[in-house]
């Protein structure tokens, strides 16, 4: 079967009150004749210097404005828009916008719209050269920066107001050259499939009782989140966990290690990659109790049955088998035991954490060795969605290398 192919990079062009904002239809057609689909949001300043329809012209879709809009907000609504966004890129933005932004207000659709949106944030700005200046801007441009924005320009020159100085807009050309760019080189998985198991499962062993384990399900989630963010079409299937799914990824709810292992194998049809992040369990009931167990004398016994390796199993496919993507829990000599599971397990790849006294599970941050076939890399220890993000550019490399072979291991081997 033919694979999807990448589909148009989204921009929710943001245009908020500034003159610059006067260059706004011919950054939309840059963006466009890059091969980009605009949505463009006006704020009402901005319809001080350009109408609407202009911006609709050129960009073939009706334009948003208002948070209020019912017929729009039934077409597509807000938090749709939001999640429709592959990135959102806001030129001209102005030092109200900015200020608006560094403070997470949610006074119009605009600044909604970015505060809802799990797309990355690229920011114009465009303003007078004192304004530019001011300490308050710097200090707001500083936190939107560190919190993961992307400040485009200004440039310097002359300015609208006659005087001359950094504050002005870089021209539409470079501004779509700049977002599209920087998008694309984030977008390492555009075009892939990729199937993300996650959570704890748990094992029945009568209607009221199961065993499990302290899985959080956070590392897999943000997992499945960077790979979206990466251009993949994800599908995650998840143990019982107390977090909510990202947004656009496909979403399959198990509870045991049985279940989990259809589910994986069902979504595994034209799966490029398959990331094993669930702590699955290694043992279920020989039989679950049709009634409470009781407690009629002072010891019990269960009976525990080999659950099924999902990880092995979808290693051990004979066609259609992925890039294999395996986790190690290891409370010791983390190296040679992960090692050894890759080999094992016969997987492409292992990314080793250290877990116990603390470390690992149930917590937001945690450090990565990943080891494969003639390579290794750590991943220094930082919060999980930065650690998802490094852990899916390296995966994608190696997958990347693999089908064009010899490349990796010269690279980092
Ligand atoms: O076997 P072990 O638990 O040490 O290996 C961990 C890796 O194997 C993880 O990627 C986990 O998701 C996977 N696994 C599995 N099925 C099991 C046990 C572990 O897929 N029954």
Redesign the pocket.
């Known amino acids: 079967m033919d694979k999807p192919r990448p589909r148009s990079l989204r921009i929710l062009l943001g245009v908020t009150g500034g003159i610059a904002a006067y260059k706004c239809p011919d950054l939309v057609r840059r963006l466009r004749e890059r091969g980009a689909e605009v949505q463009v949001v006006m704020t009402a300043g901005a319809s001080r210097f350009i109408t609407a329809l202009t911006l609709q012209a050129v960009s073939g879709r009706p334009v948003r404005d208002s948070l209020w809009d019912e017929a729009a907000e039934a077409a597509m609504g807000h938090i749709e828009l939001a999640r429709w966004a592959d990135a959102v890129l806001v030129a001209p933005a102005t030092a109200d916008f900015l200020a608006k932004l560094g403070h997470g207000r949610a006074d119009g659709l605009l600044s909604t719209l970015c505060l809802a949106t799990a797309a990355p944030l690229y920011l114009a700005p465009a303003m007078n050269q004192q304004m530019w200046a001011n300490p308050a801007t710097a200090a707001n441009v500083a936190l939107l920066r560190d919190r993961g924005a992307t400040i485009l320009g200004p440039g310097e020159g002359d300015q609208a107001c006659g005087e001359t100085g950094p504050g002005r807009m870089l021209e539409p050309d470079q501004l779509a050259e700049l977002t599209l760019s920087r998008l694309s080189a984030k977008r390492v998985l555009a075009g892939r499939k990729v199937v993300v198991?996650a959570g704890p499962t748990r094992e029945r062993l009568d209607p009221v009782r199961f065993i499990s384990n302290r899985s959080s399900g956070k590392m897999g989630y943000a997992v499945a989140q960077a790979a979206r963010d990466a251009g993949a079409t994800v599908v995650l299937v998840s143990g019982p966990v107390g977090i909510s799914p990202p947004s656009g990824v496909e979403f399959v709810a198990v509870e045991s290690?049985q279940q989990m292992h259809e589910a994986v194998h069902r979504a595994l049809a034209d799966a490029d990659i398959y990331i094993?992040?669930?702590?699955?369990?290694?043992y279920q009931a020989r039989a679950i109790a049709a009634q409470k167990i009781k407690k009629s004398s002072d010891s019990m016994q269960l009976e525990l049955v080999k659950?099924?390796?999902?990880?092995?199993?979808v290693a051990a496919l004979k066609s259609g088998r992925p890039f294999v993507v395996?986790?190690?829990?290891e409370t010791e000599n983390i190296e040679e035991n992960a090692r050894a599971?890759l080999v094992r397990?016969r997987a492409d790849m292992?990314a080793a954490n250290l877990v116990g006294d603390g470390l690992g599970f149930d917590r937001d941050d945690n450090s990565l060795l990943v080891l494969w076939a003639g390579g290794r890399e750590e991943i220094a220890s930082c919060v999980k969605p930065e650690l998802a993000r490094r852990l899916v550019t390296l995966i994608a490399e190696v997958h990347g290398s693999q089908r064009r072979p010899g490349t990796v291991a010269a690279v980092r081997g």
């Open positions: 198991s290690a094993g992040a669930a702590a699955v369990a290694d659950a099924p390796d999902i990880l092995a199993s395996g986790f190690a829990a599971k397990k292992i």
